[in-house]
């Protein structure tokens, strides 16, 4: 049963998605009334976050069962002694997942207000506590040890600095204030640092601050998927295209016993320094981090000072990832999307560059991996489709694990083609809250089924390039 109301979008992204998911290709397969109802279901899952949190294991540094210890040592602390398990996966070995309790609905709450930016509010809803810069608005009186109630400002209209807001808020849940008024909105400019930690939040999930930053990396359950998926070897050349924030990048690099290449790009320096980090802090040594732009990284001829980074000849790579820039409505929880439809429509030809410099920078008999967490058809199966006519070499390939849905219909591909991707699309499976009396009540079957469909919506497609051009 839905906690949230249904994501809101504008008028024009509503109509454009509405097109999208009652194509006549789906309603001449499901009928008029299913497709309705699932598309009405994915629209009341996205507002609310997944149903477990997903921690990927540095395997390069520790094993999963001696993590699997810590974490359920340090979630008993957090949650002052509550009984919530940690689960292996069967398929996916170096995951962890930890069922979300919540929502939680009998929380009392209290006259001192704190309103905090759309997307600290997503973090809180997966577990975070409330740092500074994501504070917008506070009760005139707040002082530091204050118990304050936490809400969302899910459209962006509260000013910053504000003493009271009378427009749409989501309640988050109660914290205590770690400062005062004066402290967040100083004349010094906003302090970073914890704000309101959270002591009941509507969704209770653990906080990873720094909780073993060394050997646990968050990560949503289908963005672990992909590596595997992909599946490089020690001593290969692998590319990822859009690296950044270099999850994937580490994940590859773990997989590979850190033996082997992993270049990975991005074209925002920061970000490119965001994947240096990660890298050094898992300590893994084959990745080499770029700030180029991707769709620029083929060159044509070889270059006279032997540099290892981009642009590269043609292939030049065994593996290449693409988890590439989208529209990101499969992102969750996410209550009110602002993108316009001149936004939502810009990514698929940017895709179609980035795709075309992937293929040519493959070896012949090499991988290439496409992936969004998006859910339209022009940015997931329309591209398949693209792909397979105007690459010939290109053919599509089986993925393992496979755990998500199957792709979608809607942009002509055969049933057999669509069987070969994986779309995870979180309406797959009815919206359910999480209590501890149900959760010591669920086998672990049951609980990881949930784990794989109660997720983010993502699209994965593998190809492999065969021999000739």
């Not at 509010?121 to 506070?138: C, D, E, F, K």
């Not at 032997?306 to 529209?327: H, K, N, T, V």
């Not at 499969?330 to 009110?336: D, E, F, H, I, L």
Request: proline fraction near 6%; charged fraction near 20%.
């Amino acid at each position: 049963m839905a906690f949230f109301p249904k994501i809101s979008f504008q008028c024009e992204v509503e109509e454009y998605l509405s097109k999208v998911f009652r194509n006549s290709e789906l309603i001449t397969a499901l009928g008029t009334q299913e497709a309705e109802s699932r598309y009405q279901s994915l629209l009341s899952h996205l507002p609310h976050p997944p149903a477990f949190t997903t921690v990927r294991v540095n395997t390069h540094l520790a094993s999963v069962k001696h993590l699997k210890n810590l974490l359920f040592e340090e979630i008993q602390q957090q949650f002052k002694g509550l009984c919530v398990p940690v689960l292996e996966h069967p398929e996916i070995q170096d995951i962890l997942l930890i069922p979300v309790i919540g929502p939680r609905r009998g929380i009392k709450k209290h006259a001192s207000e704190v309103i905090v930016g759309a997307h600290c509010g997503y973090a809180v809803l997966r577990g975070a506590h409330v740092y500074v810069p994501g504070i917008i608005s506070t009760s005139k009186f707040l002082k530091a040890g204050d118990l304050v109630s936490v809400y969302s400002d899910i459209e962006g209209k509260c000013k910053r600095g504000a003493k009271e807001f009378g427009g749409i808020k989501v309640f988050l849940g109660n914290g205590i204030s770690e400062l005062s008024r004066s402290e967040i909105f100083g004349s010094n400019g906003p302090l970073n640092g914890m704000g309101i930690r959270m002591i009941e939040p509507v969704y209770l999930s653990p906080s990873f601050d720094n909780v073993l930053p060394s050997h646990l990396f968050l990560q949503n359950l289908p963005s672990v998927v992909v590596s595997h998926v992909l599946n490089p070897q020690p001593g290969e050349r692998i590319l990822d295209v859009c690296a950044a924030p270099g999850g994937k990048t580490t994940h590859l690099a773990a997989l590979m016993n850190d033996q082997g290449e992993v270049i990975a790009m991005d074209k925002i320096a920061n970000k490119v320094k965001k994947i240096k980090q990660n890298a050094e802090l898992l300590q893994l040594n084959c990745i080499k981090a770029f700030c180029y732009d991707g769709t620029k990284a083929l060159s044509i001829e070889k270059r006279e000072d032997e540099q290892e980074g981009p642009p590269f000849l043609p292939e030049s790579f065994d593996r290449i990832l693409l988890d590439a820039p989208c529209s990101g409505m499969g992102q969750r929880p996410n209550m009110a999307y602002s993108w316009t439809l001149k936004e939502v429509t810009s990514y698929q030809p940017l895709q179609r560059k980035l795709f075309t410099v992937a293929v040519k920078l493959l070896k012949p008999g090499g991988v290439l991996v496409y992936s969004t967490c998006t859910i339209t058809l022009s940015e997931n199966e329309e591209q398949v489709a693209w792909a397979l006519e105007t690459f010939p070499c290109l053919q599509l390939q089986p993925q393992e694990p496979h755990i998500g849905g199957e792709g979608m219909r809607g942009a002509g591909l055969s049933l057999v083609q669509l069987k070969l991707l994986q779309r995870f699309d979180p309406s797959a499976v009815t919206l359910q809250g999480m209590d501890i009396n149900s959760l010591q009540d669920s086998r672990e079957d049951d609980l990881i089924s949930l784990a794989n469909k109660d997720c983010i919506g993502f699209f994965i497609a593998k190809f492999i390039k065969l021999n000739g051009k």
